[in-house]
């Protein structure tokens, strides 16, 4: 069998070993004794994957129908939980939080689902469909596990997870883009004044009606 590296993303699963997909299986580099392990995926091909070096665990999925995404410990690569979603066809991205136990993914066609899941207790937090669109990059806020950055081919979303006690929800909130000439465009808003901010830090902004001459 053949060990080739394919334009997949990669990952440090500690501070000497990088793991990568390969085929049917994970190889795990140690780029001081270049010692290679190998993780075999029981059930085909790995299709979407993620490492975590923060707490040495990897999750992947497998490329079948009613793909389940696989959780495993680094090194002694023990399977830690099995994470069912909805996902009838394949996932296309995983990520883990660089704090706490949360894992997102996204499922290809025909769902289109973003989904926030506890894998340490195996609980789906919240979900969200985007239907048609392909995403080709996805990852939490280094600082903010309830901040997740979405990319597709045209546009970045960034999508808050709001908490309330054990309910989770997903908050969509686009991120302005600039123009081929690098400037962002303002849009004219007739309810809020021009200094409106996405996120308010000395306050609330008031509408343009609820001004009465103050400052």
């Known amino acids: 069998w053949v060990q080739g590296f394919s334009k997949k993303n990669f990952g440090f699963i500690n501070n000497q070993t990088v793991c990568y997909p390969c085929g049917n299986y994970i190889l795990f580099l140690d780029i001081e004794t270049k010692k290679t392990t190998v993780l075999q995926c029981q059930t085909g091909q790995v299709g979407a994957f ?110 808050h997870i709001e908490r309330n006690n054990d309910e989770h929800h997903l908050k969509r909130n686009p991120v302005k883009l600039p123009d081929g000439q690098g400037s962002v465009s303002s849009r004219e808003d007739l309810f809020f004044p021009v200094s409106r901010s996405e996120d308010p830090y000395h306050g609330p902004d008031l509408p343009v009606s609820a001004i009465a001459g103050l400052v």
Request: net charge negative; proline share 5%; aromatic share 14%.
């Open 50 to 159: 993620a490492a975590n070096g923060n707490s040495q665990v990897l999750a992947f999925s497998d490329r079948k129908l009613n793909p389940i995404i696989y959780i495993y410990a680094f090194p002694e690569l023990n399977k830690l939980t099995e994470l069912k979603g909805s996902a009838q066809l394949d996932y296309t991205l995983l990520a883990f939080s660089f704090t706490g136990p949360y894992l997102a993914s996204y499922s290809s066609i025909p769902e289109f689902v973003l989904s926030v899941w506890n894998w340490q207790e195996n609980i789906l937090l919240c979900s969200e469909s985007q239907p048609g669109v392909t995403a080709t990059s996805l990852s939490f806020n280094p600082m903010n596990w309830q901040q997740l950055c979405f990319v597709n081919e045209s546009s970045v979303t960034v999508w």
